[in-house]
């Protein structure tokens, strides 16, 4: 992610929403940070040992690819995951989490609640704007491919904000898996869960 090139188009889409009264703080910060949030996601996921988030770096980017006017840029790059498919497609969701495939016993996709657990704390944590069913990959068993080995959060960009959203439109993919047609959200946290917000809550003055 580059701090400014490749969010041209975002930022004269959020020009548009900010005028036309959609839009908000939120919109006005993301365009220039998106690299600090992605790097400070995966900090945060190392820090309470959830290691969900692939190792990210602030880079400098080459100019000649992406500035016009040749001036250097500060970017992050996230390493590559293989073996992903997108959380939508493996669980049979649109992307607001509502169900648009039916699954039988033999076809069921296997999602270990201690998996999805590391999600919410990090997305809670994070105040992640943009968990959508795009925004997280299922590392899948090679064995059997209806089985999750483990998860994968990526685009963490609009996460840690300086200040709370003011639009309703940028409030409405915040913590978006939490409906109750999304089945593994329904439930309690399990005990693995438990022991990492505990350890945080401990941690916190540290």
């Not at 040992?49 to 400098?60: E, F, L, Q, S």
Request: proline share 5%; hydrophobic share 40%.
């Amino acid at each position: 992610l580059s701090s400014e090139a490749p969010f041209a188009p975002i930022r004269w889409r959020n020009k548009i929403f900010i005028k036309i009264g959609f839009g908000g703080s939120l919109f006005k910060y993301i365009a220039n940070s998106c690299h600090v949030a992605e790097v400070a996601s995966y900090e945060m996921d190392e820090n309470i040992k959830t290691y969900v988030v692939p190792p990210t770096a602030i880079i400098n980017l080459n100019p000649e690819k992406w500035n016009k006017n040749k001036k250097d840029q500060t970017g992050s790059l996230q390493v590559f995951v293989k073996d992903v498919v997108e959380a939508k497609k493996f669980l049979g969701l649109n992307k607001m989490y509502r169900p648009i495939k039916t699954f039988n016993k033999e076809n069921m996709p296997q999602l270990a609640d201690e998996l999805f657990d590391k999600l919410v704390i990090n997305d809670v944590i994070s105040g992640n704007f943009d968990r959508h069913s795009e925004n997280w990959l299922v590392q899948v068993d090679k064995k059997n491919p209806t089985k999750a080995k483990n998860i994968v959060l990526i685009d963490g960009g609009m996460a840690f904000s300086p200040t709370h959203p003011i639009a309703s439109l940028e409030r409405r993919k915040q913590y978006a898996w939490a409906n109750t047609a999304f089945m593994w959200a329904q439930r309690r946290f399990t005990n693995q869960a438990k022991e990492i917000i505990e350890d945080v809550f401990r941690r916190r003055f540290i």
